[in-house]
């Protein structure tokens, strides 16, 4: 496990203007995603040389069919975590050990009409909500909460409504 990389990856904290965040469930993909009815925060993987800033935009497109956002912060590191033994093999082809991933809170300045789970021909999630930033740890999946925790730590000055 240790030979393999970790995936890059980027990670979006979405606030609507009341200071909540978006949160989505994972659809279920026969034979591609172990992680089907998990809630978390749209994320994605960074293409070869793309800028981590715009990889987070496209990702918010693809995955929620919404770009109506701006970057109102990032975390400077990027954060890594592994992957459970009994999914090394199974997630991402087996290519990767985990992720490394660089969060950003965004700021959503649409409507909720807006969001479009249906935008990609194999939607990543099949429900989504809004909700308080310091609630989303307890959604998250066991192996990814302490990023969960730092990122809602981090990101914790975003979630009061903008002036």
Same mark, same amino acid.
């Given at each position: 496990?240790?030979?393999?990389?970790?995936?890059?990856?980027?990670?979006?904290?979405?606030?609507?203007?009341?200071?909540?965040?978006?949160?989505?469930?994972?659809?279920? %993909?026969?034979?591609?995603?172990?992680?089907?009815? #998990?809630?978390?925060?749209?994320?994605?993987?960074?293409?070869? %040389?793309?800028?981590?800033?715009?990889?987070?935009?496209?990702?918010? #497109?693809?995955?929620?069919?919404?770009?109506?956002?701006?970057? !109102?912060?990032?975390?400077?590191?990027?954060?890594?975590?592994?992957?459970?033994? %009994?999914?090394?093999?199974?997630?991402?082809?087996?290519?990767? $050990?985990?992720?490394?991933?660089?969060?950003?809170?965004?700021?959503?300045?649409?409507?909720? #009409?807006? !969001?479009?789970?249906?935008?990609?021909? %194999?939607?990543?999630?099949?429900?989504?909500?809004?909700?308080?930033?310091?609630?989303?740890?307890?959604?998250?999946?066991?192996?990814?909460?302490?990023?969960?925790?730092?990122?809602? #730590?981090?990101?914790? $000055?975003?979630?009061?409504?903008?002036?």
């Amino acid at each position: 496990m240790t030979d393999l990389p970790y995936r890059p990856n980027v990670g979006a904290v979405l606030f609507n203007p009341a200071g909540l965040v978006f949160v989505a469930r994972r659809a279920p %993909h026969p034979g591609r995603d172990t992680a089907a009815g #998990a809630w978390q925060f749209p994320q994605g993987g960074l293409d070869k %040389h793309e800028d981590p800033r715009t990889a987070v935009l496209r990702e918010l #497109a693809e995955e929620i069919g919404t770009d109506r956002a701006e970057i !109102i912060g990032e975390i400077p590191d990027w954060l890594t975590y592994d992957l459970p033994v %009994h999914l090394i093999g199974v997630a991402w082809k087996g290519k990767y $050990r985990g992720q490394t991933q660089k969060w950003f809170a965004l700021r959503f300045w649409g409507d909720d #009409a807006d !969001i479009r789970l249906d935008a990609d021909d %194999h939607p990543e999630f099949d429900i989504w909500r809004w909700m308080p930033l310091a609630e989303t740890p307890l959604l998250a999946v066991d192996f990814k909460r302490p990023i969960y925790d730092r990122v809602a #730590a981090e990101f914790a $000055r975003f979630a009061t409504t903008p002036a």
